[in-house]
């Protein structure tokens, strides 16, 4: 089963921008999600990405502020954050799936150990 690790997380001031990455083992053609989770709050799927990179989804609310993109020759998909906002504070994972994207954790076994980003000022 492959593994993940992200990395890239930090404190930003509102509108900044982070790129995070998250580094697979080995090469996979899993759908790759990034998620997110604040204090006292579910995870949420925020966006995701096809195996070839052909396809990419996201949340409204960071839909035109963040990017999902992969570079299946390094083993890393990464997320470009712009315009960092007080709410997008959280701990982010990615997590891996054989099949389709999906915005619910529960459909995820495959996880990384997370990193936190902070925006304040």
């Known amino acids: 089963q492959v593994q993940l690790v992200e990395s890239g997380g930090n404190l930003v001031q509102p509108g900044g921008s982070l790129r995070l990455s998250c580094v697979a083992s080995?090469?996979?053609?899993?759908?790759i999600s990034w998620f997110r989770q604040a204090p006292g709050k579910e995870r949420e799927g925020i966006a995701c990405?096809?195996?070839?990179?052909?396809?990419?989804y996201y949340l409204d609310s960071v839909r035109r502020r963040f990017t999902v993109s992969r570079d299946n020759s390094k083993n890393t998909v990464y997320l470009q954050m712009n315009n960092l906002k007080p709410e997008d504070t959280a701990v982010y994972y990615c997590?891996?799936?054989?099949?389709?994207?999906?915005?619910?954790?529960?459909?995820?076994?495959?996880w990384g150990q997370g990193t936190q980003v902070t925006v304040s000022s």
């Open positions: 997590a891996a799936r054989k099949v389709a994207c999906h915005y619910n954790a529960i459909h995820y076994t495959t």
């Open positions: 080995e090469f996979t053609r899993d759908y």
């Open positions: 990405i096809r195996s070839d990179g052909s396809n990419t």
